[in-house]
């Protein structure tokens, strides 16, 4: 016994875990998680890393606007990936821009987790009409496509907010609007496990020494839901960071004051008649990896969590 | 089961899906309704910021405003049980007069793409799925695959930059070309109309072509592993008859079923279509209302959305009840 225990130190017994076992092997997983990490760490450093502060008007000079990438004619070294229109750095933009399109991801999506894994839980462990309400309002809200469903709802958000508000708020507006679009995922994977979970004798064994209902549900059932609600966390991380986009391409959501990846796009949009292809075309690819690995990470995930979700 | 029971069983089931439809339909409205109410000051949005007090309170009155919010909401309901959502706050024209100008164009981007992805995707589905191993198929399912993660409007801008900005073969927005035949404002019938409608319709059924692709493919593979096909075969039936009359066709009921559900996702996603492609259709008016706080055609467009969607699940709903005879005995 006591070879055994030697061998498994807490490093070892890490590495036999399942789960990093199955990262470990997988070389998709690693690099997608390379890269959202990357990313993820880049953007949050971006006032330290990148190499100007588009923000900061001493800091832009209209002379350097519309300049191609360095390594084009025309291009200077001192802007790797060109300017815009304004003469900012666009690779500095697309840092700072990619950290609030990543801010405003994990925020939806925490709200949207919040809300439906609350809703969820409580469904499946009263049932009844309680559930028959809660789960028929996320039925319903399942049937339209959930972009619509955010457009709709910042739409009717930005619209209550008085003209001169909208633009600072605009981004609460935003998380709000897919927080709101995302929570049925969470209600009925969170439902799921806990009607599992309910069934089991631990749980009948906790009633039956009289704790509380809601210690059952937040010391011993919601922990048993995790695993499954990461999944759709990761996935629903991709689709909100999508979804954030669309809304800011569309002019719905981040403004150009303090724009995201979406807004970069949409702001460049206007000038590839130009031929100026840069100004989007970056923020573009930007996103499209960011999504990518994200949505990467999510597979694998769904794949080692939850063999049954496949 | 009787046939008479199972009539019963029809009914009741249909009973109570439109039950369910009409709940919803309740629960929108009121959110439409409610938007009225809750965003912005319909008075001002009417007179503008210069009106006398005496000419608000007249306003008021004339649109009944001051009434009980029940009576309110009774009359709400009435005019747009009449199709009647009032007159835009921007245009200053009945909102379903609007609506009826603009869905021909909708109707006609989502027609099209509808016949893209279904064409598209069942060929190459068909492909695919018998060419398991070529690496054309191994190729079409990659790009496929990065067809479904990219965001709509990127793949719209992308294809604008390839085709009108740096290849200049199509147009890159707008919908050239528009006749008129019989009330229907088509741009289907000239050139130029089909020259605009194509990067559109392509962009709006990448999506829907993928889903249909890999669902014709995985039903593919499973057909053609099933006993009937090995014996069609053997019987030394000629590749073509075995692949199209006999596995195609028993793929086509869950196809179909994807397609019906999807045409509702079309008409959602034509909203960011419409909007790269500055297509002049529903849901640029949707998008442009949402810009201005136009409140009667965000309610409506909201209504109206709501709507196509309930009937389209009830339709494949009682359609699977029909089809499925599982469903059938599930209820009994």
């Known amino acids: 016994m006591g070879k055994i225990n030697q061998k498994s130190s807490r490093w070892q017994r890490f590495l036999d875990n399942d789960i990093v076992y199955s990262f470990l092997t997988t070389p998709g997983a690693m690099i997608a998680a390379t890269i959202t990490l990357i990313a993820i760490t880049a953007t949050f450093a971006a006032p330290l890393i990148a190499p100007y502060n588009p923000f900061d008007p001493a800091q832009i000079s209209l002379w350097d606007g519309k300049l191609p990438p360095a390594w084009t004619d025309g291009g200077s070294s001192a802007y790797l990936l060109g300017t ?12 700072y821009g990619g950290r609030i399109s990543i801010l405003v991801g994990i925020a ?11 809703l969820g839980v409580i469904s499946g462990y009263f049932g009844g009409l309680t559930d028959t309400i809660i789960m028929r309002i996320a039925d319903v809200q399942l049937t339209i496509p959930g972009i619509l469903v ?14 001169e508000l909208r633009e600072e708020f605009a981004i609460y507006v935003v998380i709000v609007a897919i927080g709101l679009t995302d929570w049925p995922q969470f209600a009925r994977v969170a439902r799921g496990a806990t009607l599992v979970e309910a069934e089991k004798e631990y749980v009948q064994a906790a009633k039956l020494i009289g704790l509380p209902k809601f210690t059952i549900i937040l010391r011993h059932i919601l ?7 990461l999944v759709i966390a990761t996935i629903g991380l991709a689709l909100a960071i999508i979804a954030e986009a669309t809304l800011s391409f569309l002019g719905q959501g981040i403004p150009p004051t303090t724009p995201s990846l979406g807004t970069l796009i949409r702001v460049g949009n206007e000038f590839l008649f130009s031929g100026l292809w840069w100004i989007t075309f970056f923020p573009a690819i930007a996103l499209i990896i960011l999504v990518f690995s994200v949505n990467l990470l999510g597979d694998w995930m769904r794949d080692a969590l939850n063999p049954k979700l496949r | 089961m009787a046939p008479l029971l199972l009539a019963g069983l029809m009914f009741y089931f249909i009973i109570n899906r439109l039950a369910q439809a009409l709940l919803v339909m309740a629960v929108v409205s009121a959110i439409s309704f409610s938007l009225f109410n809750f965003v912005g000051d319909p008075v001002n949005n009417m007179v503008g910021q210069d009106a006398t007090r005496e000419q608000r309170v007249e306003i008021r009155q004339q649109l009944g405003l001051d009434d009980p919010i029940l009576v309110q909401y009774q009359r709400f309901m009435l005019n747009v049980a009449q199709g009647d959502f009032g007159l835009s706050y921007r245009i200053k024209q009945p909102v379903s007069q609007l609506i009826l100008e603009k869905l021909p164009a909708t109707l006609e981007l989502v027609f099209a793409s509808a016949v893209i992805a279904v064409f598209l995707g069942i060929v190459l589905g068909v492909f695919t799925g018998i060419r398991r191993y ?3 198929s191994k190729t ?8 479904v993660s990219l965001p709509t409007f990127i793949i719209g801008i992308g294809l604008i930059y390839l085709f009108a900005v740096y ?12 006749i008129e035949i019989g009330g229907w404002k088509t741009s289907l019938l000239t050139v130029d109309g089909w020259r605009s409608i194509i990067l559109p319709a392509v962009t709006l059924s990448l999506f829907q072509l993928t889903m249909i692709l890999r669902l014709v493919r995985a039903e593919m593979l499973e057909v053609m592993r099933s006993d009937y096909i090995k014996f069609a075969k053997a019987r030394g039936l000629a590749n073509r008859a075995i692949h199209f009359g006999h596995a195609l066709r028993n793929t086509l009921v869950p196809v179909i079923t994807i397609i019906g559900l999807n045409i509702g996702g079309l008409i959602a996603y034509s909203v960011i279509t419409e909007t790269v492609f500055q297509w002049p259709g529903t849901g640029l008016m949707f998008i442009q209302a949402v810009d201005f706080v136009d409140v009667p055609i965000m309610a409506a467009y909201l209504i109206f959305v709501a709507l196509l969607f309930v009937v389209i699940n009830l339709i494949v709903d009682i359609l699977y009840f029909v089809v499925d005879p599982r469903i059938r005995r599930g209820g009994s």
């Open chain 1, 108 to 118: 939806a999506v925490f709200l949207g987790m919040l809300l439906g894994v609350t």
């Open chain 2, 140 to 147: 079409i399912m990659s790009v496929s695959l990065i067809g």
């Open chain 1, 150 to 163: 955010a457009i709709l709802i910042n739409g009717i958000g930005r619209a209550t907010l008085p003209l």
């Open chain 2, 134 to 136: 070529s690496w054309v």
């Open chain 1, 223 to 229: 922990p048993n839901t995790l695993r499954p609600v």
């Open chain 1, 84 to 95: 815009d229109n304004q003469g900012r750095d666009m690779l500095s933009t697309i840092l």
């Open chain 2, 167 to 178: 290849l200049r073969w199509l147009p890159s927005s707008g919908r050239a070309g528009v």
